[in-house]
């Protein structure tokens, strides 16, 4: 589990592992890094990468790793069950609690059922522990092709070791230490030790070194985020995160290489009769809305969507500020509304009501992850009719007449 601080608004839906750092995945469809600076107004994700850019994703799970792990997991566990076993019907379950009589029956020279509970509690689980980090060290990548700035093909492959393995050979080995521990040192009531005491101190401070730093550290201030109050993200497994991408690429989570196609290829005739209309004010429009082309490049209807919702938010807040420069800051769609609604003369209900209806389906799409072509087709003709009235009627303050 890690903790990420976020600025208020943003939102992770997955991440995944890969070294040297995590790799996230956002509600607005952002790839992002963590960038760890001392500002606490500025976003600590680094946004490298939109969904819209991607072309296609391959995925290549080991399935057979998995398998040995399982195996591996098998023979381990039978193992130390019949260790147990040898355990308790030579030295009786008395001997858990004081194993004087275990010790003292091992002997240097002669092998005894000493040596094999020991060869079977301790050393067998360690060497299958060697050969599952040697043989299984690396399991799952995910390749995800891009779009580049200059409209070349690129790719990048995002590598982690199988979660499974890593949990299973840890947790058998820590179990394999623990008896290995109470056997050879007198059993459980060693654990009263201080010398013990101590050492359990000690383990549990280097268990939760990173949350321990991370609640101790004065330079680095924590930035909430009012849907998760924690930050703390707990990474998925790199199938996992594939799954989450596929829901924001729109493609079927089955094949192995996954081509993507833009959902502008999918339009009906008039969406490039309303993308035209928008592009008409692209010298206007790409000053106040940055990315507002993710409108028409988005993947699939819900981010399609979601972006029309961000877009308008972002130009409303503009000619908020334009018309009244000194008011308190604001951060939705229905604040701007509201006062545009109160302070602007040039507002008509019809420009209203397709503000409202952004609204309405834009908080849909963006929660629930869905929305339909029509959903889509709805927004974006309301959105054209806003930018339209922005355009026609240039926002003025009204400050001084205010005063």
Same mark, same amino acid.
């Given at each position: 589990?890690?903790?990420?601080?976020?600025?208020?608004?943003?939102?992770?839906?997955?991440?995944? #592992?890969?070294?040297?750092?995590?790799?996230?995945?956002?509600?607005?469809? #952002?790839?992002? +890094?963590?960038?760890?600076?001392?500002?606490?107004?500025?976003?600590?994700?680094?946004?490298?990468?939109?969904?819209?850019?991607?072309?296609? $994703?391959?995925?290549?799970?080991?399935?057979?790793?998995?398998?040995?792990?399982? $195996?591996?997991? !098998?023979?381990?566990?039978?193992?130390?069950?019949?260790?147990?076993?040898?355990?308790?019907?030579?030295? @009786?379950?008395?001997?858990?609690?004081?194993?004087?009589?275990?010790?003292? !029956?091992?002997?240097?020279?002669?092998?005894?059922? +000493?040596?094999?509970?020991?060869?079977?509690?301790?050393?067998?689980?360690? =060497?299958?522990?060697?050969?599952?980090?040697?043989?299984?060290?690396?399991?799952?990548?995910?390749?995800?092709?891009?779009?580049?700035?200059?409209?070349?093909?690129?790719?990048?492959? +995002?590598?982690?070791?199988?979660?499974?393995?890593?949990?299973?050979?840890?947790?058998?080995?820590?179990?394999?230490?623990?008896?290995?521990?109470?056997?050879?040192?007198?059993?459980?009531?060693?654990?009263?030790?201080?010398?013990?005491?101590?050492? @359990?101190?000690?383990?549990?401070?280097?268990?939760?070194? /990173?949350?321990?730093?991370?609640?101790?550290?004065?330079?680095?201030?924590?930035?909430?985020?009012?849907?998760?109050?924690?930050?703390?993200?707990?990474?998925?497994?790199?199938?996992?995160?594939?799954?989450?991408?596929?829901?924001?690429?729109?493609?079927?989570?089955?094949?192995?290489?996954?081509?993507? =196609?833009?959902?502008?290829?999918?339009?009906?005739?008039?969406?490039?009769?309303?993308?035209?209309?928008?592009?008409?004010?692209?010298?206007?429009?790409?000053?106040? +809305?940055?990315?507002?082309?993710?409108?028409?490049?988005?993947? !699939?209807? #819900?981010?399609?969507?979601?972006?029309?919702?961000?877009?308008? /938010?972002?130009?409303?807040?503009?000619?908020?500020?334009?018309?009244?420069?000194?008011?308190?800051?604001?951060?939705?769609?229905?604040?701007?509304?509201?006062?545009?609604?109160?302070?602007?003369?040039?507002?008509?209900?019809?420009?209203?009501?397709?503000?409202?209806?952004?609204?309405?389906?834009?908080?849909?799409?963006?929660?629930?992850?869905?929305?339909?072509?029509?959903?889509?087709?709805?927004?974006?003709?309301?959105?054209?009719?806003?930018?339209? #009235?922005?355009?026609?009627?240039?926002?003025?303050?009204?400050?001084?007449?205010?005063?």
């Amino acid at each position: 589990m890690e903790k990420v601080p976020l600025l208020e608004g943003e939102e992770i839906v997955s991440s995944v #592992w890969c070294e040297p750092a995590p790799l996230f995945l956002t509600k607005k469809g #952002w790839l992002a +890094v963590a960038n760890n600076h001392n500002i606490p107004t500025l976003s600590r994700l680094h946004r490298v990468l939109h969904v819209n850019r991607i072309k296609s $994703l391959q995925l290549l799970v080991k399935t057979k790793n998995k398998l040995a792990n399982i $195996l591996f997991l !098998t023979m381990i566990l039978c193992s130390m069950a019949y260790a147990s076993y040898l355990f308790i019907s030579n030295f @009786g379950i008395e001997s858990l609690v004081d194993s004087t009589t275990f010790v003292s !029956t091992y002997d240097v020279e002669v092998y005894t059922v +000493v040596d094999d509970i020991v060869l079977l509690w301790c050393f067998f689980p360690l =060497s299958i522990f060697l050969v599952g980090s040697l043989l299984f060290k690396k399991n799952d990548k995910l390749t995800i092709t891009f779009l580049s700035e200059d409209e070349s093909e690129s790719h990048f492959t +995002v590598k982690t070791q199988s979660t499974d393995v890593t949990w299973t050979q840890n947790l058998l080995i820590i179990f394999s230490g623990f008896f290995y521990f109470i056997i050879n040192w007198g059993g459980f009531q060693v654990l009263i030790h201080p010398y013990a005491i101590i050492l @359990g101190i000690l383990l549990f401070f280097y268990l939760k070194r /990173e949350k321990i730093f991370t609640d101790l550290s004065i330079s680095r201030k924590k930035i909430k985020n009012a849907a998760d109050p924690g930050n703390e993200i707990i990474h998925d497994s790199i199938s996992d995160f594939h799954s989450h991408l596929t829901i924001f690429l729109g493609i079927d989570d089955i094949e192995t290489l996954q081509n993507v =196609s833009m959902m502008s290829s999918r339009m009906p005739p008039e969406f490039n009769q309303l993308k035209k209309r928008v592009e008409s004010h692209d010298s206007i429009l790409s000053q106040i +809305v940055v990315h507002y082309d993710h409108i028409f490049l988005s993947p !699939t209807p #819900w981010l399609s969507c979601s972006a029309v919702r961000s877009s308008t /938010e972002k130009l409303l807040s503009f000619r908020v500020k334009k018309i009244l420069p000194k008011a308190p800051k604001n951060k939705n769609l229905s604040d701007f509304r509201n006062l545009l609604n109160k302070h602007d003369t040039s507002l008509s209900g019809n420009i209203l009501r397709d503000i409202d209806q952004i609204s309405v389906l834009g908080n849909s799409a963006v929660h629930n992850m869905e929305a339909s072509t029509s959903d889509y087709m709805s927004m974006l003709e309301k959105f054209v009719n806003v930018v339209d #009235w922005h355009i026609s009627n240039p926002p003025t303050s009204i400050v001084n007449d205010d005063e």
